[in-house]
């Protein structure tokens, strides 16, 4: 092989090296932010160390060994979190809150100084769980159900406060679960054994009552009808009850007129003895 291939060979190996190398410190410059997430960057040589410039999206700059880019996720994220706490009447209560939260994007700097990548674990479970148990403690058992509406609002309202003393902002709250303990369920049965029976002697109460108002009115009605009675004897004298007595035998005499097996005879001996002559 000549001297001059050699030497070509030589120059393109260098070429390339120097490309290489320079590719290679290219990229290591290079970072890439992607959508619906922040970079803070952390500079060796400056004071504070962490930059309070927060970079965007899309590709940047940086100084290799020199910076070095921190990514965080701006996006709401859900999490959830369970406390077992007790009530106002001391009823046992579990109770799973589900948060939609994010870092405040201008504060990021702050957070990753105090915080770090992993925020939501280092605030989030001990606020959740400090809030909780302050607003349950003001509702007795009944009242977490009944009013659970004003429940979620005041644990928004105090644990929207909370997380703002560490940069973060959430965006909704809401309570999924509310499983009670064993003595709260007895309770809950018995109450309702017992409205149950109070229902049932108020009906009680009720109907004695409507008897008695029955009997009142029947009891008023006979006097009166007797009190129509007596005034139509003394108008009229025996011949009202003649009357009556007389429907009454017509009445008895029509019922035995149909039966098959009664008959009828007159009164008096008379028939009787006619009876035994016609037998001899």
């Known amino acids: 092989?000549?001297?001059?291939?050699?030497?070509?060979?030589?120059?393109?190996?260098?070429?390339?090296?120097?490309?290489?190398?320079?590719?290679?410190?290219?990229?290591?410059?290079?970072?890439?932010?992607?959508?619906?997430?922040?970079?803070?960057?952390?500079?060796?040589?400056?004071?504070?160390?962490?930059?309070?410039?927060?970079?965007g999206e899309g590709t940047g700059f940086l100084i290799p060994w020199v910076q070095t880019p921190h990514h965080y996720d701006i996006r709401l994220q859900a999490r959830q979190y369970e406390t077992q706490t007790g009530t106002k009447d001391l009823q046992n209560v579990k109770i799973t809150l589900r948060v939609m939260v994010k870092p405040n994007i201008e504060m990021l700097p702050t957070i990753h100084r105090e915080l770090g990548q992993k925020y939501h674990d280092q605030v989030l479970p001990s606020i959740c769980n400090e809030v909780l148990k302050g607003v349950v403690a003001d509702y007795n058992a009944e009242q977490l159900l009944i009013q659970r509406d004003q429940v979620a609002a005041n644990i928004t309202e105090n644990l929207s406060r909370r997380a703002k003393e560490f940069n973060l902002l959430l965006h909704d709250v809401a309570i999924t679960h509310l499983t009670y303990g064993n003595e709260f369920a007895k309770a809950i049965e018995a109450k309702q054994v017992a409205s149950q029976e109070a229902e049932r002697a108020k009906f009680i109460v009720e109907k004695t009552e409507f008897e008695k108002q029955a009997t009142v009115i029947k009891a008023a009605g006979e006097a009166e009808s007797a009190q129509i009675l007596s005034q139509s004897f003394q108008e009229s004298g025996k011949g009202l009850i003649?009357?009556?007595?007389?429907?009454?035998?017509?009445?008895?005499?029509?019922?035995?007129?149909?039966?098959r097996n009664v008959t009828y005879l007159p009164s008096g001996q008379g028939v009787l003895m006619s009876l035994a002559a016609r037998t001899q």
């Not at 092989?1 to 070509?8: E, F, H, R």
């Not at 003649?242 to 039966?259: D, G, V």
Request: glycine share 10%; aromatic share 6%; charged share 25%.
């Open 242 to 259: 003649e009357i009556r007595r007389i429907e009454a035998a017509k009445e008895i005499a029509e019922t035995l007129a149909r039966s």
């Open 1 to 55: 092989m000549s001297a001059s291939i050699l030497n070509g060979l030589n120059g393109f190996a260098r070429v390339a090296l120097v490309g290489g190398v320079g590719l290679g410190a290219l990229q290591a410059s290079l970072y890439d932010v992607d959508v619906g997430h922040r970079v803070v960057m952390y500079n060796r040589f400056a004071n504070p160390a962490i930059e309070e410039k927060v970079r």
